[in-house]
């Protein structure tokens, strides 16, 4: 059974930054698709930045290009995201999420496997 288990969620003010990290336990697949989404109170949940483990490729929402970077250590088994120049806007439960496939990565659909989330909190 595949668990996933994120961290790093806390309060940071507006251009601050965040390290958030997923810790996955089971075995996903040699290659599959891992990220993070994040969801508002009241809002459906987006995809943020995903990663194919297999094929060195990554996927970021429009709004975080550029600020937030995606990244894996496999002798860890940890994904990370970085997050840097937060907004208010971007205050949510912030969710760790894998699948051996993906046709649209940054679609929530997509996903088989989900942690139980952490809180970010931009204040402004």
């Known amino acids: 059974q595949v668990q996933l288990v994120e961290s790093g969620g806390g309060s940071v003010q507006a251009g601050g930054s965040l390290t958030l990290s997923c810790v996955a336990s089971?075995?996903?697949?040699?290659?599959?698709?891992m990220g993070w989404f994040r969801q508002a109170p009241g809002k459906e949940r987006e995809g943020v930045a995903v990663?194919?483990?297999?094929?060195?490729?990554?996927y970021y929402a429009d709004s975080v290009k550029g600020r937030f970077t995606i990244s894996q250590d496999n002798a860890a088994n940890t994904l990370y995201l970085q997050m840097n120049s937060l907004k208010p806007e971007e205050t949510a439960r912030y969710y760790c999420?894998?699948?051996?496939?993906?046709?649209?990565?940054?679609?929530?659909?997509?996903?088989?496997?989900w942690g139980q989330g952490t809180q970010v909190t931009v204040s402004s």
């Open positions: 999420a894998a699948n051996t496939w993906a046709q649209m990565p940054l679609n929530s659909r997509n996903y088989r496997y």
């Open positions: 089971g075995y996903i697949g040699s290659r599959y698709y």
């Open positions: 990663l194919y483990a297999g094929g060195d490729r990554t």
